[in-house]
């Protein structure tokens, strides 16, 4: 029984370090005007879908832009799609790496598309991909959001294998290292 137990403890420890995570930001956004939007991104990612919390503007969170269509109701119902795709543990310990390409994309609203894929030496997996989109308006230096769109992981083309690893392998720009989640390692 102990043999066992090692047994399935070493494999489910190979699994955890053997995937790996890239967070794909697609944006219009310059890298060097990143910052303020991508404290925003964090805040929309990690308390308003991973939670269904939003957190007030007094106690430093984000804020529904004025005018925006998104209320506490369209949240909470949006972060129970969001953990459909993806566990709220892969957003908080899952070394997700985030790398920002430019969005070819023509719009005058701000916004950041965001691809997540796990992958390991021989396939890839598009696991969740939204759209936040930013108001100019700002609440705490970070900016207003406007909207949210949760896309099924299969609609669109995901990238193939070498170029999920291209994108992770790049050396981390200063705005990828800013929104980097504390103890995960961003070369």
Not at 45 to 66: E, F, H, P, R
Request: aromatic share 10%; proline share 4%.
């Amino acid at each position: 029984m102990k043999q066992l137990l090692t047994f399935l403890i070493a494999c489910s420890s190979a699994s955890v370090f053997s995937q790996q995570r890239l967070e794909l930001l697609e944006t219009n956004i310059p890298t060097n005007g990143f910052s303020p939007y991508g404290d925003s991104y964090l805040w929309t990612k990690n308390w308003w879908l991973t939670n269904g919390m939003i957190i007030d503007t007094a106690k430093g969170g984000n804020s529904i832009s004025v005018g925006s269509k998104l209320t506490k109701a369209s949240i909470d119902s949006l972060s129970k799609l969001f953990k459909t795709f993806i566990s709220p543990n892969v957003i908080r310990f899952g070394n997700l790496i985030p790398r920002i390409i430019k969005s070819n994309t023509k719009s005058k609203i701000s916004f950041v598309k965001a691809s997540i894929y796990e992958f390991d030496d021989h396939s890839s997996k598009l696991i969740a991909q939204y759209i936040i989109e930013f108001a100019t308006s700002k609440h705490n230096k970070k900016h207003d959001v406007i909207s949210i769109t949760i896309t099924e992981p299969g609609a669109g083309s995901p990238l193939l294998l070498k170029e999920v690893k291209s994108h992770y392998n790049r050396k981390a720009n200063t705005a990828e290292l800013d929104i980097t989640p504390p103890g995960v390692v961003n070369k």
